[in-house]
C-alpha cells in the first residue's frame, strides 16, 4: 500500500509563494507517475500538474503555466509543487496522487480516474 503526505500549504498574499511537498512510502518511488490535483469550494476537484515516472515528462493545466512546477526526488521519494505567483483564485486544498501506471499523454495524467492513490490534501490560501 502506497501512503502519500502533503505538506507546505498555508496562507500567503497574492504575489507570494509556497513550496508544496509530497512524501511518498514505498520503495518504488522512481516508477510512480505523480500529480497534484486541487478542489476549491463548491467545485470539482481539478488537475494542476503532472510528471512522469522519469522525471523527463511534466504535465500542467493551463491556468497554472509559467506559475507553477512540479518536480520529484526520487531518492527520498518526494514530489514538489514550486507554485510562485500565487493568485487568490489558487485557494484550494491541494493533493497529491500517484499511480505505477506509465502514463505519457496529457490526457492521461491529467485524469483524476487514472491515478489509484491519494493524500490527505493541504491547504492553501491565498489572500488578495
Known amino acids: 500500500q502506497v501512503q502519500l503526505v502533503e505538506s507546505g500549504g498555508g496562507l500567503v498574499q497574492a504575489g507570494g509563494s509556497l513550496r508544496l511537498s509530497c512524501a511518498t512510502s514505498g520503495r518504488t518511488f522512481s516508477s510512480y507517475t505523480m500529480g497534484w490535483f486541487r478542489q476549491a469550494p463548491g467545485k470539482e476537484r481539478e488537475f494542476v500538474a503532472a510528471i512522469t515516472w522519469t522525471g523527463a515528462s511534466t504535465n500542467y493545466a493551463d491556468s497554472v503555466k509559467g506559475r507553477f512546477t512540479i518536480s520529484r526526488d526520487n531518492v527520498n521519494n518526494t514530489a514538489y509543487l514550486q507554485m510562485n505567483s500565487l493568485k487568490p483564485e489558487d485557494t484550494a486544498v491541494y493533493y497529491c496522487?500517484?499511480?505505477?501506471?506509465?502514463?505519457?499523454?496529457?490526457?492521461?495524467?491529467?485524469?483524476?480516474?487514472?491515478?489509484?492513490?491519494w493524500g490527505q490534501g493541504t491547504q492553501v490560501t491565498v489572500s488578495s
Open positions: 496522487a500517484a499511480t505505477v501506471r506509465r502514463y505519457v499523454m496529457s490526457t492521461q495524467l491529467s485524469s483524476s480516474r487514472n491515478y489509484d492513490y
